[in-house]
């Protein structure tokens, strides 16, 4: 497992209000946590890319049931208002929270298989007699 990076509190400030109530954005973020006006949201965020990455990813994760309720709701009332949107919007989240769809492949083994191949060449001329090909 990976050593956890010491975060200053304003970092950390940072990454809560990113997730949380800036709704993602950066920069309101930034205000939220006590950034300067004049620190650009690039020097915010580089040391601390993967701890916002694995903030998102816990993010998906805490949400990945409410897309889910989402899809079983579509279940009951497909009339519903938005019904395509939110199927659209709950199936990115459970890719992306990692719930995947089971596809199963069965294989069976039997003796003697029987393999198709490609028809053979024949030495006779397409051409009816009319080229050089021989």
Known sequence: M??????????Q???DYLTGEAKGNIRVAMDMAGYSKNTSPTNAIAPIKDEVVD???L???????KAAAGMV??????SALGAKNVVAAAKEVLDRAGVIRKERLEI???EGGMFILPPKKSNECACE??????
């Open 2 to 11: 990976a050593d956890k990076k010491e975060l200053s509190e304003r970092q």
């Open 13 to 15: 400030a940072l990454i």
């Open 55 to 57: 903030a998102a990813q």
């Open 59 to 65: 993010m998906l994760a805490m949400n990945a049931p």
């Open 73 to 78: 709701g579509i279940i009951d009332d497909p």
């Open 108 to 110: 069976t083994s039997a």
């Open 129 to 134: 007699g009319n080229c050089t090909c021989k």
